[in-house]
């Protein structure tokens, strides 16, 4: 049955093999001009840094782009390709009438469905994962935390083309034709993406609580302070607040030294208190709307230096050294989801399916 | 005596829908069946139902005097041909045999390979680009080469034009000669069972109409032709099934285990085609539970 099935798969299993190596030689090309580029232009660089790594940074957008985009969607693809016609074009074409009549029992076929063609999208997945981590490995050093591209790079998105591979078989099998299926399990992907990176992954691990100074940089963040109007409402006080270097920042509260959150009317009387250099709604705001008008340090510092006496900031964040176990713990998440799924899947297709 | 196929009160649902109810019925092996019967009689929900692609709502079946669930080993008795002969429009020829060689401890690789070449069918060709005679043909090909003890082939012809369905029942014929395997095949065509079958399974809504060996029923079955006369005064051993009355002529097709004597009718036989419609207009028409009384006793 083993061979049967990578009979069945070997079409589509050698045109994605096909693009990935094609892929590959791109990636390899161009990522070995990158990082040439990275050791003549920034790694030694000492002064008028931002102007090379500018340059470093610009010279292959394109590929930077198709790479991420490729990132995005080839999960996505392996579910609606491979997972959701495994067993719905069987059912719609007729030939589940010829494959489970042979002789080999309906639960060893689907099994072995599952687990080739299940490993095979792992594969693929690992691979192209592998190739864009790697292409992107001084780009992503230079301009982002890796929390920013969390989802697309390292062992993540081998996670989520399992998942779409499983939840693809499953939603066929129930739903028997193809084209259905494959809007649904987009629909499902998309769904479990979304919600795991809004309300699932900030949890995996219970994050971590600090309270900064309004001052600036401190060892633990750093907060940027600002008085000013927004689309010419009245005049506020703006604080926002970020984690230790790389980390992830999840929330942050301005609250009053009694550890409140201040409510507007608080914040209206301390400003006309302390800032009566600041009227609003003022004059209009420079250019277009949703500009915060933010006044330069010397105009407001009594203004500034009193706030950072009265309140402070609470920040949420993951981190950066839990990056690797927040990885294996989606991964985790999601290749836990996929076995639920195939299970469904197998379950149905024995038992549900005609 | 062993059973190609036996069922007990099965019935079949789909959702709300009875495909297949309270069917009870016994299909000789060593035969070659014809189960017949209109359009949504339920032949191919039984047929699945013994190939164990479907489980009975209620009731058992069993297939070869074992339960037609039983695991692979079961399904390696059963060579079946499902209606429309599904093949996987993107596998060659070569690879649909190589299918059946690994999914089949039973494969016959040489009789696959002779049946290919004798039909001259190409091994490098998708069977997505074959005619509807050739796929039907390398299915049969498939459900024969594992083999089975029990062939059952659910509307083989239907799709297929005369010359491909006079061409793939020789076909059957040649292999049944040969091989000496079962053969349930259902169909709607009494043309098609008249030319390879010697049993006969007349299906009506599920419920049985007639069964019997195709010489018996032949020979029990009269076609009486003679003046305007009414059916209530026929003798008792005489069963009418279907009786037309034009003017003052009225003809009869009648069931009786005696030679019709009476001068007054034209005697003529009748053929397997009047046969089943008579009795399939009959089931229709008593429709319920009385149908079962025109079971023929054996």
Known sequence: MIRFAWLQSRTQTLVAAFVLAALAVVAAITGIQLSHLYATLVAHCHTGCD??????????????????????????????????????????????????????????????????????????????????????????????????VFDRRDITPVGYAVFAFAAGALLGTVIRRVLPAMAATLGAYVTARVGTALWIRPHLLSPIQTTLSLRGAGPTGQAHLGVGSQNGGAVTLFAQGDGPHNSWTLSSHLLDSAGRQPTTRQLAAFLHDYCPNFRGPGAPPPSGQGVVQVVGPDAGRPCLDQAAKAFHLLVTYQPADRYWTLQWLETGLFVALALVASAGCYWWATHRTS | ??????????????????ALTDCTLSIPAGRVVGLVGPNGAGKSTLLHLAVGLLEPSAGTISVLDQGARSGPSQLERIGFLAQDSPIYARLTVAQHVRMGQLLN???????????????????????????????????????????PELLVLDEPVAALDPLARREFL???????????????????????????????????AGRVALTGDVDELLALHHRLTGPRRDVARMPAHQLVIEQSHVDKQTTLIVRSQEPILDPVWNVTPVTLDDLALAYMRQARDSAGPSSNGLELAR
């Open chain 2, 170 to 204: 020789q076909t059957l014929m040649e292999i049944v000669a040969v091989e000496g395997v079962s053969v349930v095949l259902s169909s709607h065509l009494m043309a098609d069972v008249e030319r390879v079958c010697d049993y006969l399974v007349v299906l009506v």
């Open chain 1, 51 to 148: 102007l090379a790594t500018s340059q470093y940074l610009s010279h292959d957008q394109v590929m930077a782009r198709a790479l991420d985009l490729i990132a995005q969607a080839a999960p996505a693809l392996i579910g609606l390709f491979w997972g959701a016609p495994l067993i719905a074009r069987e059912i719609e074409t007729g030939t589940y009438r010829l494959a489970w009549t042979q002789g080999v029992s309906r639960s060893r076929w689907v099994i072995i469905k599952l687990a080739v063609v299940g490993l095979a999208s792992a594969t693929l997945a690992g691979l192209l994962t592998l190739t864009i981590t790697w292409w992107y490995g001084s780009v992503d050093k230079l301009t982002t935390t890796p929390y920013a």
């Open chain 2, 1 to 18: 005596m062993t059973m190609a196929i036996e069922a007990f009160g099965v019935g079949r649902r789909y959702g709300r829908r009875w």
């Open chain 2, 105 to 147: 401890r039973t494969w016959d690789a040489a009789f696959a390979a002779s049946r290919i070449k004798n039909l001259g069918l190409d091994p490098s060709q998708r069977a997505g680009t074959m005619s509807g005679g050739q796929r039907a043909q390398l299915a049969l090909t498939l459900a024969v080469a594992k083999r």
